[in-house]
Nanobody
Framework: QVQLVESGGGSVQAGGSLKLSCATS????????LGWHRQAPGKERELVSR???????TYHDSVKGRATISLDKAKNTLYLQMNSLKTEDTAVYYC????????????WGQGTQVTVSS
């Protein structure tokens, strides 16, 4: 059974930093890519960053140079380090696993709130 549990959200002033964590269980890194998505009030959910099964990382243009995604396979934990936070980064951040085996399926965490104030 796949479980994703996010932590590390909170309130921070613009220019500050946060490190989000996603503790995973039941996820096979051989068959699953992992990513961070966010949803701001009144907006659609968007992909912030993703790490593929091969370890390739991608970032939304709005966070390039400010965010770093990483995966600690020994700890089964996905991270998102975000620096130079902006008010527009305010959103609920979700961890997601995109798995291809035994059948294609996406899994989601419950989300963690990030609030950036000016």
């Amino acid at each position: 059974q796949v479980q994703l549990v996010e932590s590390g959200g909170g309130s921070v002033q613009a220019g500050g930093s946060l490190k989000l964590s996603c503790a995973t269980s039941g996820v096979s890194f051989i068959f699953c890519g992992l990513g961070w998505h966010r949803q701001a009030p009144g907006k659609e959910r968007e992909l912030v960053s993703r790490i593929s099964r091969a370890g390739t990382t991608t970032y939304h243009d709005s966070v390039k140079g400010r965010a770093t995604i990483s995966l600690d396979k020994a700890k089964n934990t996905l991270y998102l380090q975000m620096n130079s936070l902006k008010t527009e980064d305010t959103a609920v951040y979700y961890c997601a696993a995109e798995c291809s085996f035994p059948r294609p399926r996406n899994y989601w965490g419950q989300g963690t709130q990030v609030t950036v104030s000016s």
